[in-house]
């Protein structure tokens, strides 16, 4: 769920409100309001959502040694329950008539609780067959808190922007695992703060018109400052029954310390001749990195340019053709850089990396865009290469362990055609479809010889809108996603479907939804493996299958666009 809390314009108080009920009791809600005087505005946000939902994953493994067969085939069921609460709030003040401050803050908290039940199966050369089983039982808390203050200001010709944002967030959680006749506890504490501030300034530097001709040149300038850390404490637990209590495994504990500076600094210049538009800029970056795991101290400071330019060609108000260009940065997550893995499935681990460094990437455009009244046409010819490119690995022992972690591949490159199609055949059927057709190159042997791969792909999104009537509508969605070959092995086909029907009713200002979701239960991921003499099948099944039923009010002045322009009245002679 993404709830976007917009800031009214509109004078005066508008508010909202909306639920929507799905089977095993599944249940999402939310209320937002408004009230916008003068020089001041205000609103806020309230969003609850709560609902278990289930996945299933299947493994099926097998490694041939010296004409010796083994098979390895791993069941998992998770069930999860994860109620959650969201708040924000915003208010905003102009002081004067080109200066306003604003102040935005807000709250979440999620109680995370969850099982999951695996079974372990080995076949030797089909003559015997080994089996246990694993149960896992996680609780826990989420929470995190926000607060940014901006300030926008004008100046004769000179526009002023800066803003300080904060953030905060702890995520304790506890587990316990049993096996057999042994019992197992596992406890994680990560916490996490992030400061950024930023400042803009934007100013003309040269403007006139000739011959009918409009000209300008544009200045934009800033500087920016991003502190990130986060840390978690990890602790594992084995049960004693001579003691009676848990007994710390220090070999397996483990802490984790993560920071990461970054200073930046852009220039941009923004032109115009007729209908030709464009953009000239450049972006320093200064990154200190930091880490401390098992300790091990992994440090990394890097300097980047980040070069970007665009230019257009507007053949009419609906015709245009351009040229971009713009090398970009891509940060790992949090999920991504933590190496301490959770023991809930004794036979595979997701790990990330603390050493994982920036993705960068150069990528190159070239579109042309065409409106009529009944089709709306957009072509886009790509090009992108990443460097370090992050991605995730897997990898297994002798035993059948699987771990996949996260690592820079050498490079990734992938080019090739994306098309969009807007048409409005009828009043009552619009089509939206888009389609994408790349070849992508991955290079991996940074990690291991023979780790490269290349292959062709594509991707397919439709969209049917129904209007039976002013107040009714239908819609039905459909996506394919081909076929992807990784370093290690190949992700199968995705696809999908969905159903929706909304009506508005009391006066429009009412309305309710039923939606269905993945109508034909075919939503999942599928991957086989082929590394370090194993092969494995992985399947995952999450409940996608789902129908929802919907209300939705909300009050408030309308917008003013429709109104109808009062009649004259027309003198008479007498």
Not at 75 to 91: D, E, Q, T, V, W
Not at 379 to 400: A, H, K, N, P
Not at 413 to 431: R, Y
């Amino acid at each position: 769920i993404n709830i976007v809390l917009k800031k009214e314009q509109k004078k005066g108080v508008n508010g909202s409100g909306s639920i929507s009920y799905a089977w095993n009791n599944k249940l999402n809600a939310s209320l937002s309001g408004n009230y916008r005087a003068k020089k001041w505005g205000f609103n806020a946000s309230y969003s609850f959502r709560n609902g278990g939902y289930w996945s299933n994953s299947l493994t099926e493994a097998l490694t041939v040694v010296n004409d010796s067969s083994t098979w390895f085939d791993t069941y998992s069921r998770k069930n999860k329950k994860n109620p959650a609460h969201l708040g924000k709030i915003a208010f905003n003040y102009n002081l004067k008539k080109h200066t306003s401050i604003t102040l935005e803050g807000s709250g979440s908290h999620m109680f995370k609780e969850q099982d999951q039940n695996s079974v372990y199966a080995w076949n030797y050369n089909n003559e015997s067959l080994d089996t246990f089983e694993r149960a896992a039982n996680i609780e826990g808390n989420r929470s995190s808190l926000y607060g940014q203050v901006g300030i926008t200001s004008k100046i004769k010709k000179v526009k002023l922007s800066a803003f300080s944002r904060y953030q905060l967030g702890n995520d304790p959680n506890e587990s316990f695992f049993s096996e057999n006749s042994s019992l197992q506890r596992q406890v994680r504490d990560l916490k996490n703060d992030q400061w950024v501030s930023q400042i803009d300034f934007e100013m003309p530097l040269f403007s006139d018109e000739k011959d009918s001709v409009k000209r300008s040149l544009n200045m934009e300038s800033g500087v920016k400052i991003n502190l990130r850390n986060f840390s978690e404490d990890f602790s594992f637990y084995e049960f004693s029954q001579s003691s009676d209590a848990f007994l710390k495994d220090i070999e397996i504990s483990n802490n984790l310390d993560y920071g990461d500076q970054v200073y930046a600094g852009y220039y941009l210049l923004n032109f115009s001749k007729g209908k030709v538009a464009g953009s000239l800029g450049l972006r320093l970056e200064y990154t200190d990195i930091s880490s401390k795991v098992s300790g091990n101290t992994f440090e990394k400071k890097m300097f980047n340019l980040f070069p970007s330019f665009s230019l257009v060609k507007n053949y009419s108000a609906l015709r245009s053709f351009s040229f971009s260009y713009s090398k970009r940065i891509k940060r790992p997550t949090g999920r991504q850089l933590n190496p301490i893995a959770s023991l809930s499935n004794r036979f595979s681990a997701f790990v990330g990396n603390s050493e994982l460094i920036p993705e960068r990437s150069h990528l190159a455009e070239l579109a042309f865009t065409n409106i009529t009244s009944k089709v709306t046409f957009s072509g886009t010819i790509f090009y992108q290469y990443r460097d370090d490119r992050m991605g995730r690995l897997s990898y297994t022992d002798s035993l059948g362990f699987s771990t996949i972690k996260w690592i820079n591949f050498n490079y990734h490159q992938t080019s090739g055609l994306e098309f969009f199609f807007n048409f409005k055949l009828k009043k009552w059927l619009k089509i939206n479809t888009s389609a994408t057709f790349y070849r992508t190159w991955v290079d991996g042997e940074n990690f291991q010889d023979g780790y490269v791969v290349n292959y062709n792909g594509f991707d397919l999104k439709t969209n049917f809108k129904f209007v039976a009537s002013k107040k009714t509508s239908f819609t039905l969605t459909g996506d394919y996603n081909s076929k992807r070959i990784a370093v290690v092995g190949v992700v199968l086909p995705r696809y999908g479907a969905d159903l929706s029907l909304k009506h508005k009713f009391l006066n429009n200002n009412a309305y309710c939804t039923i939606r269905y979701t993945d109508v034909f239960s075919t939503r999942g991921f599928w991957i086989d493996v082929a590394v370090d003499n194993w092969f494995r099948a992985v399947s995952y099944k999450y409940e996608s299958q789902i129908l929802w039923f919907g209300l939705g009010y909300s009050i408030g002045k309308k917008s003013s666009g429709n109104k109808k322009r009062p009649k004259r009245k027309r003198k008479t002679k007498k």
